[in-house]
């Protein structure tokens, strides 16, 4: 499910890592669907080696819709804004080395 958007995700990872917006794995990224389920990021995975089956698909509420991996320890606040702010539909939390 999502397969598109999940390869979206793991680029836009990417990109922060060679940015140097993040070290190893930390942040992460989140993603409302239409059908208002939430792609999000694992916890510890680095994004070069992250594949789509890593990304995780939950409800509004947390629960694991799709994949096995565990969430990122941010998933509650991340749930917290798109429960709260209906006008965003995607989230970047980085842990920035140099700020």
Do not use: C, W
Not at 20 to 25: K, P, T
Not at 28 to 35: A, G, L, P
Not at 81 to 88: A, E, G, H, Q, S
């Amino acid at each position: 499910m999502f397969e598109n958007e999940k390869r979206e995700v793991i680029k836009a990872g990417i990109s922060l890592d060679r940015y140097e917006l993040i070290a190893l794995s930390g942040g992460n990224v989140s993603v409302r669907m239409e059908n208002g389920n939430i792609l999000v990021t694992p916890s510890g995975i680095i994004y070069e080696e992250m594949v789509e089956d890593d990304i995780l698909v939950v409800d509004i509420e947390g629960n694991i819709l799709e994949g096995t991996k565990k969430v990122s320890v941010d998933t509650d606040a991340l749930l917290y804004i798109f429960k709260n702010r209906l006008d965003i539909n995607a989230v970047v939390h980085t842990h920035q080395p140099y700020a």
